[in-house]
């Protein structure tokens, strides 16, 4: 974020922030509307949007072992038991339907 804020601010273009832990668990959607709408350009949530062919594509078995490589480095990093992975995903962390979530689940 540090660098995108960093480029917009170079280039005097405006940056409006969100991330997706707030579009699932608070007013993400409002906010970045907000934001949107201060800077003159109109809001089109389109929940119905096709799907991006490049998302639809099969995943290939080297891009899942990275991803598996990747989760289990996190977990070591964080030091997190099998109790603790357990809790996380009994939690709102649960209700996360997308892609990525759905490949551990």
Known sequence: MAWK???HTEHGTSLVESTWAEVV????LT??????TRL???FDW???CPINDEWAKP?????LARLVRAFMAH???NSWSAGALEARLGSELAQIDGFRARLFS
């Open 40 to 42: 003159g350009l109109s």
């Open 46 to 48: 389109d929940p119905e």
């Open 75 to 77: 977990v070591k990093s």
């Open 31 to 36: 906010k970045l509307e907000d934001g949107l």
């Open 25 to 28: 668990f608070g007013d993400g």
């Open 59 to 63: 995943v290939k078995d080297e891009d």
């Open 5 to 7: 804020r960093r480029v």
